[in-house]
């Protein structure tokens, strides 16, 4: 039985470029849970995979999509039979092993995770990989410290998909949630969200520049890096911390060790892509209880298999808000 997949290849002269392709049973990757996709997600990965960005890919042909949800066609393994709903993010899905841009797909069975009640195919990926992490994210400042009554939480990066997640996640575990976008178009969607404050970028980066500054912050979700995580860093009240998430702004870091040994900030990185199925299992389960997935709709934008490449180039160059999600059936 066939079925569709955007493949992407790479020319003799080095160029990338991705097509909507019909495709036998025989390319399936291996694994022992065969899975019809239903959703997939677009995430700055996916970007970088389909363009050629970044190293990650490191065969061709190649099928990307770093997280989908679906479900089980067959299983060889005990922890799923056919008609279970999936959902898979991270494990080098979609960079080293084929991943969910595909109507059908093959995957270790340990990659998975069951669908927790209540949310459907369609929402798995509205949350995505970019939900999960920060969900991630704040459950690690809350082990680190962090409760409601410690003060402002900032969350950098906000309008994008790990940022907007994480200020609409706080605001429903009632912390105060501080968005710092470059994009001012969007203040009020993340007010809408649950944001207590906006702050612009430029506004934080042309504050006094000194090794350590007035404490503001109970804990910062960064999902920039760069200039942005370094004075952040400075700004954190005492004994607070940091969940570093991404580097879209790049991965320098220009610090001091006064944060650390003064006010003794704790600076904590957060990697969705290895966590172990336990804590994967209580982060979804969190995330079906506090998400609210309808006061986030206006920020999901749906896209079709040929359209990824160009929406591809867009979330590389900053220009996508919330997620882009994938129908394939």
């Known amino acids: ?22 495709l036998g049973e025989d390319r399936l990757p291996e694994g022992d849970v065969t899975v019809d996709v239903e959703w997939a997600g677009l995430n700055y990965k996916d970007g970088l995979c389909l363009t050629g960005g970044g190293g ?5 042909p190649h099928v990307a ?4 949800a679906g479900t089980v066609r067959d299983s060889l393994h005990h922890r799923y039979k056919p008609g279970d709903r999936v959902v898979l993010t991270g494990w080098r899905v979609g960079e080293t092993h084929w991943g969910g841009y595909s109507q059908r797909t093959r995957v270790k069975a340990d ?29 690690r400042l ?10 402002e939480v900032l969350v950098t990066g906000a309008a994008g998909g790990v940022g907007s997640i994480a200020i609409a996640l706080l605001a429903r575990l009632g912390y105060e949630g501080v968005a710092l976008s470059g994009r001012p178009e969007h203040s009020e969607t993340l007010k809408k969200l649950g944001a207590t404050a906006i702050l612009a970028r430029e506004e934080l ?11 503001r912050w109970a804990a910062v979700i960064d999902n920039v890096g760069g200039k942005i995580l370094g004075k952040a860093l400075k700004q954190v009240k005492y004994g607070g911390a940091i969940a570093a998430v991404g580097n879209a702004a790049g991965i320098g ?17 957060i990697d969705s892509v290895m966590q172990p199925y336990a804590e994967r299992i209580a982060a979804w389960e969190r995330i079906a209880k506090n998400f609210d997935l ?5 920020l999901v934008e749906e896209v079709g298999l040929a359209d990824l490449p160009e929406a591809a180039n867009c979330i590389l160059a900053g220009q996508v808000r919330g997620r882009v999600i994938v129908p394939l059936v």
């Open 111 to 139: 990659w998975l995770v069951p669908l927790p009640n209540g949310l459907s195919t369609r929402d798995a990926m509205t949350v995505g990989t970019a939900g999960l992490t920060a969900m991630l994210a704040i459950g």
């Open 294 to 298: 309808a006061a986030y709709g206006g």
């Open 142 to 151: 809350e082990t680190l410290g962090l409760n409601t009554d410690g003060g």
């Open 65 to 68: 999509g770093i997280d989908f």
């Open 253 to 269: 870091l220009e610090t001091n060790v006064l944060p650390f040994i003064l006010r003794g900030v704790t600076l904590s990185g």
């Open 1 to 22: 039985m066939t079925y569709q997949a955007l493949v992407t290849s790479r020319g003799e002269d080095g160029s990338i470029s991705s097509r909507v392709e019909t």
């Open 56 to 60: 990650l890919v490191p065969t061709y």
């Open 205 to 215: 980066l042309a504050q006094s520049d000194k090794p350590l500054e007035s404490a």
